[in-house]
């Protein structure tokens, strides 16, 4: 069976899977998987130049907010 956000190994009960994978320039797009659900990726079209975050709330695993922050251009 495959593993939460496609990770090699599974995580205990109660804990939240996720995988972050920051890009290659502009060749590779940034993405943040959590709990087996894709919150930011060049595929959802939702990534940036400079910080791309998700803020999600550690008690129930709930996405809040997916942002990214241009840290070239102020």
Do not use: E, W
């Amino acid at each position: 069976p495959q593993n939460k956000c496609r990770n090699q190994r599974s995580c205990p009960h109660n804990y939240f899977a996720f995988k972050i994978i920051s890009g290659a320039a502009n060749v590779v797009g940034p993405s943040i998987c959590f709990d087996d659900m894709v919150l930011l990726s060049s595929v959802k079209n939702n990534i940036g130049r400079g910080l791309n975050i998700a803020l999600v709330n550690g008690t129930s695993g709930q996405p809040l907010k997916v942002d990214t922050f241009d840290m070239y251009s102020g």
